[in-house]
């Protein structure tokens, strides 16, 4: 099957940067969107970027200019530059790819990472 692992989280101070990484491994035809969503305590989980196959991007509205979104397709893996970070950041972030397994294509997600924004 597909394993995503996630790293990178972590606890950053307000206007800091964290950069998570997430990176696909096992029998892994192709890989076509790959993306972060995140979920903070009592709402539901929303998505922050994705990226097609091709580069692509898509950004929510609340981290646009300040979240880069990207990937190394060699590596099997996709990024989140996240700067400027706020408090309202502060959740679990998951990432998501829609994978290629033999014939059938799945969406699996990452195990999640913890951002805390605080001072």
């Known amino acids: 099957q597909v394993q995503l692992v996630e790293s990178g989280g972590g606890l950053v101070q307000p206007g800091g940067s964290l950069r998570l990484s997430c990176a696909a491994s096992g029998s892994i035809v192709r890989i076509n969107t790959m993306g972060w969503y995140r979920q903070a305590p009592g709402k539901q989980r929303e998505m922050v970027a994705t990226?097609?196959?091709?580069?692509?991007?898509n950004y929510a509205g609340s981290v646009k200019g300040r979240f880069t979104i990207s990937r190394d397709n060699a590596k099997n893996t996709v990024y989140l530059q996240m700067n400027s970070l706020k408090p309202e950041d502060t959740a679990v972030y998951y990432c998501?790819?829609?994978?290629?397994?033999?014939?059938?294509?799945?969406?699996?997600w990452g195990q999640g990472t913890q951002v805390t924004v605080s001072s």
């Open positions: 990226i097609s196959s091709g580069g692509s991007t």
């Open positions: 998501n790819a829609y994978v290629l397994v033999g014939s059938v294509l799945n969406s699996y």
